[in-house]
């Protein structure tokens, strides 16, 4: 007999009023789309399965023992921890429900369900 596999929790980010946007990766367009949004009246939540940014250009100098990994891989959430309409949330995406505008990520055998506007 096949063991059941355990649901996972499942959590539902509460939403507010401001739009909602979603950013999926800290890569260079997640991050540059999130900053490129400071001043916008909405709010921000950048999901992202690394808790670092990785400066992939810079990567054969740590290859070549130039620069170690953490000079070319800041944290994401240092790196916006001044931008007030931004949040990061560590996690992998494994669903967007575009009627439902959803997003479905996974984090440690927990599921979050985030509401999206864009
Ligand atoms: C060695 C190397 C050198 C390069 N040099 C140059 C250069 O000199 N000039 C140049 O213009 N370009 C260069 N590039 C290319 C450049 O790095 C890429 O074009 C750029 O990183 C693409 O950005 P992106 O945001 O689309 O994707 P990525 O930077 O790959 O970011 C994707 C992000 O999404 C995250 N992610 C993926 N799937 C999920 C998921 N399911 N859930 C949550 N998060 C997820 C990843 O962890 C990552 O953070 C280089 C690339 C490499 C590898």
């Known amino acids: 007999m096949a063991a059941e596999t355990p649901m996972p929790d ?3 980010v509460p ?17 540059f789309g999130t ?4 001043r916008s009246d909405v709010d921000i ?24 990994e953490g000079e070319i891989a800041p944290p994401t ?13 560590l996690g992998e995406v494994t669903g ?6 959803t997003v479905t990520s996974h984090v440690l055998g927990r599921e979050l369900v985030t509401p999206y506007d864009s």
Do not use: C
């Open 15 to 31: 939403r507010s009023d401001r739009h909602q946007v979603v950013v999926v990766g800290s890569g260079f367009g997640g991050l």
């Open 35 to 38: 900053k490129a949004l400071r």
């Open 96 to 101: 967007i429900d575009l009627a439902a505008r």
């Open 45 to 68: 939540t950048m999901i992202a399965k690394t808790t670092h940014h990785l400066f992939q250009p810079l990567l054969y100098q740590v290859a070549t023992g130039i620069l170690s």
């Open 10 to 12: 499942r959590a539902i």
């Open 77 to 89: 959430r240092e790196v916006l921890a001044s931008q007030k309409n931004a949040q990061v949330l």
